[in-house]
T-cell receptor, first 113, second 113 residues
Framework: DQQVKQNSPSLSVQEGRISILNCDYT??????FLWYKKYPAEGPTFLIS???IKDKNEDGRFTVFLNKSAKHLSLHIVPSQPGDSAVYFC????????????WGLGTSLAVNP | GAGVSQSPSNKVTEKGKDVELRCDPISGHTALYWYRQSLGQGLEFLIYFQGNSAPDKSGLPSDRFSAERTGGSVSTLTIQRTQQEDSAVYLC???????????FGPGTRLTVT
């Protein structure tokens, strides 16, 4: 069963607009969540993370929101740039699980000029 | 400083042969993880090292897979008697410890013919 779900395989937005990528999880033991960006033939690049004790974390154009009661998190990119086009993965970890990352299947973001 | 490096970047091997994949983590990172991404699949956890110990090997798919880490640094993932289903991109990540971002290498693309 998929413990971390990214239900949108792809997303297309215009340059300058907001990109919102969504992620849902089922395991209430997860207490740390991460977003990674991946280009073809490269390893994932860490973007931003959030602990379950927070509901928002911001880093430049990237903001992650966490709704624990809904077991939902989202990544907002504002403003979106063509260089943001990549596959975005949501991952979750738990303290009691050696912090191994459990991954969603990714959302392919295309930012159009 | 240098990021996580992996070698080789690509490996083509015949079914039944053994292969060794190498990971050099970021200096000072005590935690090291191996993941793999098969075609059309998400990333899946293989094994976790803390120092030279592997407290979590739960993701290794069969006893043909083994890994070691020496000097709290370099790790080698060995696949014996490779099968076609072992074809995947094998990714290594390191981190300072929990919680925190895991930093990935570029991966090794393994193709078993």
């Amino acid at each position: 069963d998929q413990q971390v779900k990214q239900n949108s395989p792809s997303l297309s937005v215009q340059e300058g607009r907001i990109s919102i990528l969504n992620c849902d999880y089922t395991n209430s033991m997860f207490d740390y969540f991460l977003w990674y960006k991946k280009y073809p033939a490269e390893g994932p690049t860490f973007l931003i993370s959030i602990s379950s004790i927070k509901d928002k974390n911001e880093d430049g154009r990237f903001t992650v929101f966490l709704n624990k009661s809904a077991k939902h998190l989202s990544l907002h990119i504002v403003p979106s740039q063509p260089g943001d086009s990549a596959v975005y993965f949501c991952a979750a970890s738990a303290a009691g699980n050696n912090r191994k990352l459990i991954w969603g299947l990714g959302t392919s973001l295309a930012v159009n000029p | 400083g240098a990021g996580v490096s992996q070698s080789p970047s690509n490996k083509v091997t015949e079914k039944g042969k053994d292969v060794e994949l190498r990971c050099d983590p970021i200096s000072g990172h005590t935690a090291l993880y191996w993941y793999r991404q098969s075609l059309g699949q998400g990333l899946e956890f293989l094994i976790y090292f803390q120092g030279n110990s592997a407290p979590d090997k739960s993701g290794l798919p069969s006893d043909r897979f083994s890994a070691e880490r020496t000097g709290g640094s370099v790790s080698t993932l060995t696949i014996q008697r490779t099968q076609q289903e072992d074809s995947a991109v094998y990714l290594c990540a390191s981190s300072l410890g929990a919680p925190g971002g895991q930093y990935f290498g570029p991966g090794t693309r393994l193709t078993v013919t």
